[in-house]
DNA sequence: AATAATAGTGTATTTTTAACACTTAAATCT
DNA sequence: AGATTTAAGTGTTAAAAATACACTATTATT
């Protein structure tokens, strides 16, 4: 033990990952089943264990590298769970985090080793432990963050349709938007680029298609500029 | 040994609390000197080691009363802090919460015994560890907060006038604001009470005193009201 | 050539925000 | 008693932003 802080409690530590993508015009959410007791075959977020040589961001990125076999996306913290019969098994104080990907990108086989499976968020099930409440606060946290910060885009493959773009923030928001409004709202921002190829497999017209320019929204960052959506 | 889970560290918590008060037109944060090494004499935020059998918020609060004797006050969890080397005395996981008192609240005899001092936001001395770092991100929250949530009441006296309550929105962002727009914003909101008093400590003519009432302000939650500033 | 399906566009109205200066009340000073 | 000082209190107007709303354009399919 260290020669520090002789006399204290060392405890278990987790961290849960919500685990957030966009298709089929829905926002979902990746569950696995738990393959350990206490438990074991409900359903829940994928999580893991931090080492005592491991950052807990370090933490959470690799239990989302473990089940996705993505790294370098979106990930944030979300809350410290800490109340003492969270987990029956023992005392675990679990770090939530929540990450966006663009679904798709994620490892296949690894997904269906763990039993993991995308559900909407609509039709969530019962979670194991205080899981739902994570989830909760991670859609929470996610509708409050994408009215203030360009993070849709990380749930979009680079190239999408405007009208792709807003049937994501109708499914983030769970609320229908007027695409003029829309439209002109997210074009006069002026961080996206459009190209000159069109998305044509939901039109016959065909959707021309757009990409987030991260420099462009910098720029504008740095010029005092603040991305708001109003819903 | 649990008989779930048997193979995983065990390792240190924390809880650190920022506090703030309100005070002479600034916002202000209770420090104190550590009194343990490492970081022996260096200003710190007032902190503790959650035992096992004891929630995470339930820990907060308990750091909370010991330095200033109060409960049942503005207490919200900030962030978990976990960089492995944050502590150099060992591996701690530090969870930061926030806390908003009514300053003059506090018992004096708490804080003298642990040697802690009000200190103007504005005027904040490098701390021990991160703890600057959760002092900076205290900030930012309270500031995010406090333009969506009426929680500028949590820092003043139950009474209180309104170019004292001006003077707390204008510390909290920095920002000076225009007394009639102000005035008209929040009384427009509804939720204040005005008293037939009046404050004459500041001025000859004496300000008017009002009360924040939480019935009316649940009340206009549940009618689909959004407490808003824009600063 | 007609049809069907989604993409794309502009304007008028309402609401919200921002800017701005004088009057009022009461204690203090002469 | 009257003048002075100090902060409290009050409304209006202009600008900007948000909202509501309906038709045309493109192209694959029949």
């Not at 770090?95 to 663009?102: F, M, V």
Request: proline letters at 4%; charged letters at 30%; aromatic letters at 12%.
């Amino acid at each position: 033990m260290s020669k520090y802080y002789p006399n204290e409690d060392r405890q278990l530590l987790a961290v849960d990952c919500v685990i957030f993508g966009f298709d089929d015009h829905e926002l979902k959410l990746l569950l696995i089943k738990r393959n350990m007791e206490p438990g074991k075959g409900l359903w829940s977020l994928m999580g893991g264990f931090p080492k005592r040589c491991e950052g807990l961001d370090q933490a959470a990125e690799r239990v989302l590298k473990q089940l996705t076999g993505l790294e370098n996306v979106y990930m944030e913290q979300l809350y410290a769970y800490g109340e003492v019969d969270r987990d029956p098994g023992e005392r675990v104080v679990s770090i939530a985090y929540y990450s966006l990907i663009k679904i798709g990108d994620y490892d296949k086989e690894l997904v269906r080793g763990f039993d993991a499976h995308w559900v909407p968020v609509s039709e969530i099930p019962e979670l194991v432990f205080d899981h739902s409440v994570m989830v909760d606060k991670a859609l929470r946290r996610l509708r409050r963050r994408a009215r203030i910060q360009p993070i849709g885009f990380e749930l979009l493959p680079e190239k999408f349709s405007m009208p792709e773009l807003q049937s994501l923030y109708e499914g983030i928001f769970q609320k229908e938007l007027d695409k003029r409004n829309f439209r002109k709202k997210i074009l006069s921002m002026g961080f996206l680029d459009k190209l000159v190829e069109k998305d044509k497999s939901s039109s016959k017209k065909g959707a021309f298609l757009y990409k987030f320019n991260p420099e462009k929204y910098q720029e504008l960052l740095s010029k005092g500029f603040y991305f708001s959506l109003d819903v």
